[in-house]
């Protein structure tokens, strides 16, 4: 299955073909993000775990997606200079994908597959949250918001799968970070 997902085609968010293999032999986290969503912050945080961890063989990678309360509407161009400007990011950053439904990119079926539960620090409060607000949400193992985080360890296996309302300096994600950096 690792070898599967690494070959994936992708799009930098430049418009320059990529894969998950081009990150061999790296811990990864994939994330889907959005710009207009109350996570948005959390690219602050996540450009903070790239920059302290990238030199120890980690990368974040952000792929945008507007799959939610269609809260990522831009266009590439005008999310790469969003990001630029608001968060300072240099992590690598993906062309727009759907992240969940019928259309929703390769990359997002496998890695939903692999792990189809995320483990969350506040358990269900978010997906209750959301469906107590009558937003629709996408049943499991779908992904279930913006800022959703896959791990993947060196050998391209998903090893872990986060809820949106991990923030990036969660004490169990960075643990199973430093895990996978020292496997």
């Not at 193992?141 to 990036?168: C, H, M, Q, S, Y």
């Amino acid at each position: 299955m690792a070898t599967e997902i690494q070959s994936i085609p992708l799009k930098t968010i430049d418009g320059k073909g990529a894969a998950l293999g081009d990150y061999a032999g790296k811990v990864v986290l994939v994330v889907n993000v959005a710009s207009k969503c109350g996570l948005t912050p959390q690219y602050e945080g996540l450009e903070k775990l790239y920059r302290d961890r990238k030199d120890q063989g980690f990368a974040v990678l952000g792929f945008p997606a507007n799959n939610f309360l269609a809260q990522e509407p831009g266009t590439d161009e005008e999310i790469a200079s969003f990001c630029s400007l608001t968060y300072d990011v240099t992590f690598p950053m993906f062309s727009k994908i759907s992240v969940a439904g019928e259309d929703r990119h390769p990359l997002y079926a496998a890695l939903t597959a692999a792990r189809p539960e995320a483990a969350s620090p506040n358990g269900e409060a978010m997906r209750e949250r959301l469906a107590g607000k009558d937003i629709p949400i996408w049943p499991k193992p779908e992904v279930l918001w913006n800022f959703e985080k896959f791990l993947i360890g060196k050998d391209g296996a998903v090893i872990g799968r986060f809820a949106p309302d991990t923030p990036p300096d969660d004490a169990a994600l960075n643990a199973a970070i430093d895990e996978a950096l020292n496997a």
